[in-house]
């Protein structure tokens, strides 16, 4: 139970300190919900107006009970209800919906007549005990009544359809006003804060009554009080406003359940949560999440934190956005951007380290960091995936570790090329997304997308290896070049580079073309890449646009490269012949074919006519070489010696 101890720590020292211009963190004994219609009162508790409220989400007072309450279970809550529970004069107007206005003007008396009353929920009680709640709001024509004087359920044209019918949800085609949640305002002469959500005295009131009035006692694991009220009911609606699954639950005392030697139906035996802390520390992976966690559908997240409250790096990003995030200008990493190629990725290193140096100033090397998985297989229980507890030096260490070793070049569009590792959503796709859908995007199944996240985060969280299976799917899908958009397949070529050199680290792969390196499969690499260079440059020259011989037999060249280069080999001989007969073709020929020729001389041995299958080392040697006869403009990367003129004949 770490992780509710590492929650609630995370309430005490945030509460009060969060971020500017962040959502607060939620008081104890309160609850989000949709509130459909605002009633809007005087201190004296007299009707002053009512309005529609726009979809928001407001925080309410309610009780263990309420805040987790469900189907027709009657709990009220504090203020703020629907008009069921309310409206005193709800059935009068033919409401279908049990009326529960007795239960709710009895807790709310109680809270009144308290030593912890309040001059707003004394204005309401007095408004509701004494006066028609749907009879005012029919009259302010909030709510609507037929000619019989019921309320409606249905709403005849479609082009007037008033905005109540348009909040509230359809059951069978029908829309119970009865459902309508209730907010209040209440109008003090000296207090300007008239939104009983927003009152803080008012929360605290409340907090104060409703802890008044527990009755389970007992020991609590967390803070390890003796004699603390525990929490009976633990919160729900951790991920979204619309969650109903718990973490923490033991409501199933029928059936085959299984208890061992605890006799008890509540879970105390096993058990006990104070009902401050579990409230404290709900509402503080409730906010973690709204803030900062990673989502993949509905019900998978993982969010990652400071107990402290301090920034941490994200793990889900990508080094470009990693980095950006830390506060670098963007000027001055679009700057840098172009130096990475020749300099063998020393910008990129300097600018992650800037980036970690720039989190390390602001976290301690003993702070703790928490990260934390949760999903759920059914709507009412929920589960933690992934846990784990390190101090900040250790986490910021393994992040950084991780975009260096998985760095490459990355050609993610025109509009974001860099040096550094992808994110682990970009590794799912690259590896498993297939064309779905009328639109014919390149998608990946949210289930198979939430297994693989859950695969790589150890690797980034624990330093573990990749998954040999993700960087071979990642390299056998990058050879497959048909049916992918140009971008689509230089995204999936740097992820697959990035992944095969992390992968392979004792080999020490360069981001720039490593002349003495003479590994079978990367000479064959370079020697796809030169031999598309030439047939591309013939093309350019004959003003034709299409797939050159090496881009359509990739696949086939990995499987087989000695049979399927001489294929390639004799589809360039037409190209050669156009080539010599322009003096700028035949001296560019000149030097592919000493470059060739001294690719080819250095396999080593018989490596050459061997015709196994190639790894996705063949991919590194094709990306550098190819990167190689394409320098970026500005000129400052270094051209290998054997093509020391080709910037100025290949463009």
């Excluded at 009353?117 to 009680?125: E, F, G």
């Excluded at 009976?232 to 718990?246: E, F, L, Q, S, T």
Aim: with cysteine.
């Amino acid at each position: 139970m770490s992780w509710i101890q590492k929650l609630y720590e995370t309430y005490e020292q945030c509460k009060g300190n969060e971020p500017p211009g962040s959502v607060p963190l939620m008081p104890i004994s309160h609850t989000p919900q949709q509130a459909h219609i605002e009633i809007t009162l005087d201190v004296a508790g007299n009707f002053k107006g009512a309005k529609i409220v726009p979809k928001e989400e407001t925080i309410i007072p309610a009780t263990e009970k309420s805040a987790g309450r469900a189907g027709a279970v009657c709990a009220p809550h504090a203020l703020c209800d629907k008009l069921h529970y309310c409206a005193k004069d709800y059935p009068n107007f033919g409401g279908k919906k049990l009326p529960f206005f007795n239960e709710y003007e009895r807790q709310l008396s109680a809270w009144c007549n308290s030593v912890f009353s309040h001059p707003k929920a004394r204005a309401i009680l007095a408004y509701v005990s004494n006066n028609g709640v749907v009879a005012d709001l029919v009259r302010e024509r909030i709510i609507h009544i037929g000619t019989d004087g019921k309320l409606l359920t249905r709403w005849g044209s479609e082009d007037d359809t008033p905005e109540i019918f348009r909040l509230l949800t359809a059951k069978d085609g029908e829309r119970d006003q009865g459902d309508a949640f209730i907010r209040w305002h209440v109008r003090e002469g000296n207090n300007p804060c008239s939104a009983v959500w927003e009152d803080n005295s008012l929360q605290d009131a409340w907090g104060l009554f409703d802890a008044s009035i527990k009755d389970t006692k007992g020991v609590c694991i967390v803070t390890g009080e003796l004699d603390a009220s525990l929490a009976v009911n633990h919160p729900k609606r951790i991920r979204h406003a619309g969650d109903g699954a718990k973490l923490i639950s033991a409501n199933d005392d029928t059936g085959y359940t299984f208890r061992g030697r605890f006799t008890d139906k509540t879970g105390q035996q096993a058990c006990g949560v104070s009902y401050a802390v579990t409230q404290k520390a709900h509402n503080a992976l409730r906010w973690l999440i709204g803030r900062q966690a990673y989502r993949s559908g509905s019900n998978f997240v993982v969010v990652t934190w400071s107990v402290a409250g301090k920034p941490v790096p994200d793990p889900f990003k990508d080094s470009r956005s990693l980095i950006l995030g830390s506060g670098e200008p963007p000027a001055e990493a679009a700057q840098t951007e172009q130096l990475d190629v020749g300099d063998v990725g020393q910008a990129f290193a300097i600018r992650l380290r800037k980036a970690i140096a720039g989190y390390g100033a602001k976290l301690s090397p003993t702070e703790d960091i928490v990260v934390m998985g949760l999903d759920s297989a059914t709507p009412g229980r929920m589960a933690i995936t992934f846990y784990r507890e390190l101090k900040g030096s250790d986490f910021l260490n393994r992040v950084q570790r991780w975009h260096e070793q998985y760095a490459w070049q990355q050609n993610f569009g025109k509009d974001s090329k860099f040096v550094g590792a992808p994110a682990p959503r970009d590794i799912a796709e690259a590896a498993f997304a297939t064309r779905m859908g009328d639109s014919g995007e390149l998608r990946i199944d949210e289930k198979l997308l939430k297994t693989t996240i859950e695969r790589i985060l150890p690797c980034i969280v624990d330093g573990r290896d990749l998954p040999r299976d993700l960087v071979d799917s990642v390299s056998r899908r990058t050879c497959n070049r048909i049916g992918l958009k140009y971008w689509e397949w230089e995204k999936r070529l740097g992820i697959a580079c990035a992944l095969f050199r992390g992968y392979y680290t004792e080999r020490e792969y360069q981001m720039t073309l490593e002349i003495d390196r003479t590994s079978r499969d990367y000479l064959y690499g370079r020697l796809l890449a030169i031999a598309e260079n030439i047939e591309n440059f013939a093309l350019t020259k004959a003003e034709k646009n299409r797939e050159t011989t090496a881009a359509r037999l990739m696949q086939r060249f990995s499987d087989r490269p000695y049979s399927t280069w001489r294929n390639i080999e004799l589809a360039l001989t037409p190209y050669k012949s156009r080539l010599r007969s322009s003096e700028m073709g035949a001296g560019f020929l000149v030097k592919r074919g000493k470059l060739l020729d001294e690719v080819l001389c250095a396999f080593q041995h018989d490596d050459f006519i061997n015709d196994r299958t190639l790894s996705g080392e063949f991919l590194l040697g094709y990306h550098c070489q190819r990167q190689a006869l394409h320098p970026p403009k500005s000129g400052k990367t270094e051209v290998p010696a054997s093509d020391d003129n080709s910037t100025n004949t290949d463009n």
